[in-house]
Structures are given as structure tokens and as C-alpha cells.
């Protein structure tokens, strides 16, 4: 298959280092060392399915699909407000489409869950065009007293329209049981038969387990799906890599001796916005023109679970319809 649209949707509320330091033990300088991230975007006045649809909306545009053409709606989703219905199902009748769709929680690495899944589709027939987005509101999971996490994430949308096509080389998708080290716990209701006690536990991350595992598990993964398909890293002209932490982003980039310009990152400014932060990084390059016909990109992402995707394609370059000077 290969990505014909992009789109990409930001809540309006831009929240600075300075402003977390008003009411959080942290500063500026500190959340920047030790993460690159200088401000992020939080839901404040929009919904996250308000997002969803705009980046969906800009995917079809750009594609120059109809919504009544998308043969299935794949939504990568951690958690939202509704446990049910799906995201996908929430965003399926404002979008226009009328196909299936469902939700997947591939934790950070959804997308490119979601882009593997898509791929098993179109290649064995049961679709031809099929919407994927990323909508992610982790903002929404942290306890805002505590500096850990909440200094971290942010929230976005993202989406891409795929369809038939030889743009995507190979995927590789990983999952091993680390429960422990990234989680977020959401309270059940009582029953007459089980009254335990629950509670909502806000995100807990063990961060420097974490790192551990992202770097070693998404080093396993680039190195692997490069040997199969026979390729070094010089032969990647793009790496967009989930957008958690620029630490881990560098580590990977020295293991594999590569030049930062083939690591573009946005989370200076936008945050980590999970499973959104790929197709969000996507969409930004693409517009701007810096993604080129040809280009060799490497897709690569680690989550909670403990989760990793990787993914090699050729782009072919996207023809955005021009934006009226009246809006």
C-alpha cells in the first residue's frame, strides 16, 4: 500500500515550561535537559473527537478520496472519555464515511499497529482505501501534581488515507508483558458480587526503565527490519521516530551513526502526543515540502505494554489542495 493524505489536528492551548514551573516543582531548564520539550498543546476548549474529525478531514482532502470511498476506519486510541462506543465509531458519521471501523490501543506504537493491520487488508482484498487516525488526549491520564509524567505529554490528532499501492517495504511489530513500568488504571463500577475498592490510578512511569526499554527495543527493531530488506542506515533518507523523548531519539540516532537532519522532531513544541506523534511529524513535513517523491523513511515507536513498531516505505509526494487567503 502507500499513503496518499495526510492531516493533522492541535488543540488551540499552548502550554509553556515557565507556565508548568507556576504550580509544579520543575523548571524550565529542567524539563528541556532532560527531555527537549519546550511547550506542548492541551485540550482545553475542543474535544479530542473535534480533532480526530479536522485531521481526518485534512487525510481525505489531501487524498482526494471521498469519505464515501474509505473502505474501513481504523482509529488508534489509548483512552478517551467514552470506554463505549469507539472513537472510530464517534467520528464515522460526521467524516461521511459508511464502512466498518474500530479502535485499536497499540499504546504509542497504534500507528504503526494500525498501518500493519491496514496493509494485511488491502493486501488480501478486503480494502482498497482506508482511513487511519491517531487521536490521543494523554494529558488527560497524568496527575498534574506530580512533575514525572505531566511535564511529558500532550495532546494531538493525526491521520493518513492509504490504499493500493508499493510504497510500504516491510513492517516488524513487537510485544512483550512489562506491565509494570507504564501504566494507567481506570476504576470499573462496583457489583453485588465484587466490592473491592478501586480506584483511578493516574499514569505511573517508571522513567528510567522506561528509556531503557525504548532504546533497546527500538534499536532491535530498526536493526533487524534494515537486515531483512538488506539495507544500512545510511540508506534511510528519513527517520520519524515517535516523538517521546529527544534523549531517546539521539541514543538511537549515535547507535545507528547517522546526521541529525535525518531525525526531524517536533516534540520541542508539541509534546509527547502518543500514537499521534508520528502522523502529526508526517503531515508537518509533508506540507512544508521536505518529505520528497522517493524518499526512504523508517517509522519507529515504543508504548506502554511493553509495545514496538517499525515500518520501512518509499513516499511519494502528496499535492495539498491550496488554502484560500480567506480563511
Partial sequence: MKIIGTGSALPEKIVTNDMLAGFL?????WITTRTGIQTRRLLSKETLSELAITAALAALDSSGVAPSEIDYLICSNVANSYVTPS??????GPLGCCCPCTDLNGACAGFIYALDIADAFIKTGRAKNILIVAAEEPSRFCNWHERETSVLFADGAGAVVVTEGDGFRDFRVTADTHTDVLYYKRAMEQTPYDRVDERTQPLVMQGREVFKLAVRACIKDVDIILQ????SGDDIDMYLLHQANLRIIDSIREHLGQQKDKFPTNL???GNTSSASIPILMDEMSRAGLLK???R?????FGGGFVTGAAILDWSEIKYPEVSSDN
Fill in 25 to 29: 516543582e520543575t523548571s524550565d531548564s
Fill in 293 to 295: 517523491n522517493g524518499m
Fill in 268 to 270: 520541542q513544541k508539541y
Fill in 297 to 301: 523513511l523508517l517509522l519507529s515507536a
Fill in 228 to 231: 531483512k530488506n538488506g539495507l
Fill in 87 to 92: 472513537m472510530s465509531s464517534i467520528i464515522l
